[in-house]
């Protein structure tokens, strides 16, 4: 593999974001309009967005950069199996798109036969991952330490391998007609959010230690293990909680509110190199230091109860998808292209945090809207209107991304 294809996988990455986020403004304008009948049924387009967004463009992008800052601790080249593995994952989390849109999770008639072609589609992207975990143990057990970053990413993959159980599960329930709601929604939401808050934030930081540590010393004391530890039973809070327990409740209220505080820690430490961060970098730090905050906000008896009434849910996961995730990576991958020192490209990280900081305080506002109240329905329309930059900004990137290499690249690989 040439250090070329950690560009294209990359691109790849800023096409499924595009995409996705297109596929988000389309249900935002038929949340404020009504759905144009050409994509009338919302809850698969739902997970056709939110797929894409998690197969396609964090974990591929996430997988590209973990693949990067590996071979320069390693020293070594990357053998020719990753390109393999990165090109199978890059197929597979594309095919989720119109794997998901007609049905969703449910069955889609292809000739005589029905098949769940959302629950194939997750479970064939669950063996790239098992792919991805077990060439990653390979290269790394070459270390001689293990570094704070790669720390990290041993953590962020071993939740991701948690996580794929939900998928399966969730494949298993549909194969054979399981009708077990609490079992359905535990198995989605260890997948949607063990694997958000696990995979994605462990990866993301580690990925953000890595690249500060081409500039820093880095910190020598963070919590990794505890982190992930207090991060595993924090999907519960995604159920209902009809379907969730008081026991269950406090074991996963007070495992989040632990998280939210070693995050804090991670935040702290990233404020101190303030210097080094590019703006979207510090916007993205601040939003996963509001993830941290919910996190504690969360313990006050009741809170948890009365939000599941809100429209609250949609607001916290993209201020931690969007706000922190998707923003730390975008500023990762605009200096890998080379891209970051370009003014007017600059500017359009400006951009991203105007579209998106305004989206986020929109949907906040929607879910606090019974001490705040204004028409839901303006809020619904100037949120429309503001999804529309985040995802201009993702087409402007991924353009730029098609462009001759502008980057030395100090990948190591074949
Ligand atoms: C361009 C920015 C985005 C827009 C406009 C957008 C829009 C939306 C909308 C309208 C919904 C449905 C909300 C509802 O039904 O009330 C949604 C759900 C969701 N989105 Fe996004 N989104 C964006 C970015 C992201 C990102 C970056 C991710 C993940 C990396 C993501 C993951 C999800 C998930 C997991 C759901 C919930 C799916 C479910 O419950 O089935 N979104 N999004």
């Not at 026991?247 to 702290?268: D, Q, R, S, T």
């Not at 809207?369 to 619904?380: D, H, I, K, R, W």
Request: aromatic share 14%; no cysteine; charged share 10%.
């Amino acid at each position: 593999m040439q250090a070329s294809k950690v560009r294209t996988y990359l691109s790849v990455a800023l096409f499924a974001l595009l995409v996705a986020a297109s596929t988000g403004s389309l249900l935002r304008f038929g949340l404020g309009w009504g759905m144009p009948a050409w994509a009338a049924n919302y809850t698969a387009i739902r997970h056709a967005h939110s797929h894409l967004m998690y197969f396609g463009w964090a974990t591929l992008a996430l997988m590209a950069l973990i693949w990067h800052f590996l071979s320069l601790h390693t020293g070594r080249a990357l053998p020719r199996s990753v390109h393999w593995q990165m090109g199978m994952t890059a197929v597979l989390s594309l095919l989720s798109f119109p794997a998901f849109w007609a049905n969703g999770y449910g069955l889609t008639q292809i000739g005589s036969a029905s098949l769940p072609l959302g629950a194939i589609i997750s479970s064939l992207n669950g063996l790239a991952w098992y792919l991805f975990a077990w060439l990653y143990w390979r290269e790394s057990r070459h270390l001689p330490r293990r570094p704070l970053p790669v720390q990290l990413w041993d953590w962020a993959i071993l939740l991701l391998l948690l996580s794929s159980g939900g998928a399966l599960g969730l494949m298993g329930m549909v194969v054979s007609g399981g009708q077990s709601l609490f079992l359905q929604q535990t198995f989605l939401h260890l997948f949607l959010d063990l694997f958000a808050v696990g995979w994605f934030t462990l990866a993301l930081l580690g990925l953000l230690w890595a690249w500060l540590g081409e500039r820093i010393e880095l910190p020598r004391r963070l919590p990794v293990l505890l982190l992930a530890l207090a991060i595993a039973p924090t999907f519960f809070l995604g159920m209902s909680p009809a379907l969730v327990s008081p026991p269950l409740f406090w074991v996963a209220a007070v495992a989040n509110g632990l998280a939210g505080l070693l995050l804090f820690w991670h935040v702290a430490a990233l404020l101190r190199h303030w210097a080094h961060l590019p703006w979207l970098m510090r916007f993205a730090v601040g939003m996963l230091a509001v993830h941290g905050l919910m996190a504690l906000v969360v313990l006050w008896p009741g809170v948890w109860e009365w939000s599941s009434r809100t429209q609250l849910r949609v607001y916290f996961l993209h201020n931690l998808l969007l706000g922190w995730m998707s923003s730390a990576l975008l500023a990762l991958i605009l200096d890998r292209l080379g891209l970051g020192k370009i003014q007017w490209v600059r500017w359009l990280g400006w951009a991203w945090i105007g579209g998106v900081g305004g989206m986020l305080l929109l949907l906040l506002w929607l879910g606090l809207l019974q001490f705040v109240p204004v028409s839901a329905l303006l809020l619904l329309r100037a949120a429309t209107w503001s999804s529309f930059v985040p995802a201009g900004v993702a087409g402007l990137v991924w353009l730029l991304s098609l462009r001759p290499n502008q980057a030395g690249s100090r990948t190591r690989l074949d």
